[in-house]
């Protein structure tokens, strides 16, 4: 990865490292977990890769000998593929007081993730990361989790770049993989998302699942990027795969488990019995869910039937991942009552909620809001709101509404 770039998440590992004998860096495919690890600690820590065929075996068939011949501390990476190690890792690390001894990545992972916590519980530190960030490609990684307090949104004007509408769709068709950030190569780019959703298949999806029928699950890759931002019908999509309810679901766990995708869920509470339950849909990556829905420019995308939705896409994954980079689970949900009415994101901070709705416009006269009084119901504290559109200055809506541009993500 280009040294300029440098990844938020740094911090939160390096401190974890200090207070757990075990980190763990979870992701998909291709996000900089390798990188980010080995850049940390280059000259102090050894390094092995279960990717190799022959440190795999020797894992999986004798993983007591195996950790007896590693340097400590060490990194290992893909330990997914061998996940007997775990019992061994925390014999090794119940003898010893130090810290930080086993770094660990993994894509993350089906049956990995409930073997690390119950193995693990209480000496394991579990990381999350996602591709490159606004915030980290323009070169401001230690600014705070994105949320539309006014002291926030004040800071990001000294430090947030604006962004044109071609920008920003630029960046949506683009995505967020290092390989495509760095590069910033359009040339490569469905060279790139081809190659990456046949080796996802390939390599993660086919041998957990023992999916034989690999074009039906390429199929669903393709109309679950069409659904991004949609409440999840899974009577349609089956329908539409032409695989069974079930199978779908499943199918659908796998690209969360390994972060292809968020479900982000509705808020409900106790009090009110008129919201919707259903999760809606996000990729995480916006430009493997163009890739898989055949946008091939970013000019056409701005101007599609998907416009608006992959604007949504982007903004909500931006804001997950300025929590997860900085080691936190975002409590984020979505509101919609059984009326209809909706709210794009509510973030859960301190017993408050924080609305934010996501508009493609820049012109506030145009923009058709109207407010968050629906919250009201919820008998919950209410924060300050935002809607994230295409305006080039923070300009206040009303007294606790602001129109936020989209580069202070």
Not at 81 to 109: N, R
Request: glycine residues 6%; hydrophobic residues 40%.
């Amino acid at each position: 990865m280009a040294k300029n770039i440098q990844r938020t998440l740094s911090k939160a590992i390096l401190d974890a490292s200090k207070s757990f004998k075990v980190v763990l860096l979870t992701g998909p495919r291709q996000v900089g977990k390798t990188t980010l690890l080995q850049d940390l600690q280059k000259d102090t820590r050894s390094y092995v890769s279960l990717d190799d065929l022959n440190m795999r075996l020797a894992a999986q068939q004798d993983p007591a000998s195996f950790l007896d011949r590693l340097a400590l501390p060490v990194l290992i990476d893909e330990v997914q593929y061998a996940p007997d190690l775990f019992p061994y890792i925390k014999m090794a690390v119940d003898k010893s007081k130090k810290k930080g001894q086993f770094w660990l990545t993994g894509s993350q992972q089906f049956d990995m993730m409930k073997n690390v916590t119950e193995t693990l519980a209480g000496r394991v530190a579990i990381m999350n990361l996602q591709g490159i960030s606004l915030s980290e490609e323009q070169g401001r990684p230690d600014d705070a989790p994105f949320l539309p307090e006014l002291d926030l949104l004040k800071s990001r004007q000294k430090t947030a770049k604006p962004l044109t509408l071609p920008e920003v769709y630029h960046k949506i068709w683009r995505g967020s993989y290092p390989d495509m950030v760095v590069q910033d190569n359009d040339k490569n780019w469905e060279r790139f998302y081809s190659s990456y959703v046949t080796t996802y298949i390939q390599r993660d999806v086919r041998e957990y699942l023992d999916i034989t029928n690999t074009a039906a699950f390429h199929k669903f890759m393709q109309i679950a990027a069409a659904r991004t931002g949609q409440l999840i019908n899974f009577a349609d999509m089956a329908r539409d795969v032409g695989m069974s309810q079930v199978t779908i679901k499943t199918w659908l766990e796998v690209l969360h488990a390994s972060g292809v995708v968020y479900m982000l869920q509705p808020y409900f509470n106790n009090r009110t019995k008129r919201l919707v339950k259903t999760p809606k849909l996000y990729f995480m990556d916006t430009g493997l869910c163009a890739f898989l829905t055949g946008w091939l420019s970013a000019d056409v995308l701005e101007r599609g039937a998907m416009s608006g939705a992959m604007l949504e896409t982007w903004v909500i994954s931006e804001i997950i991942k300025s929590y997860l980079h900085h080691g936190r689970s975002p409590r984020v949900y979505f509101y919609r009552d059984k009326d209809k009415r909706e709210i794009d994101l509510l973030i859960e901070e301190n017993g408050t909620l924080y609305p934010i709705e996501i508009k493609k416009t820049a012109s506030i006269q145009n923009m058709g809001f109207k407010g968050f009084k629906m919250l009201e119901s919820l008998k919950t504290p209410i924060g300050h709101g935002s809607v994230v559109c295409m305006t080039t200055t923070l300009t206040a809506l009303g007294d606790d509404v602001d129109a936020v541009p989209v580069g202070y993500l």
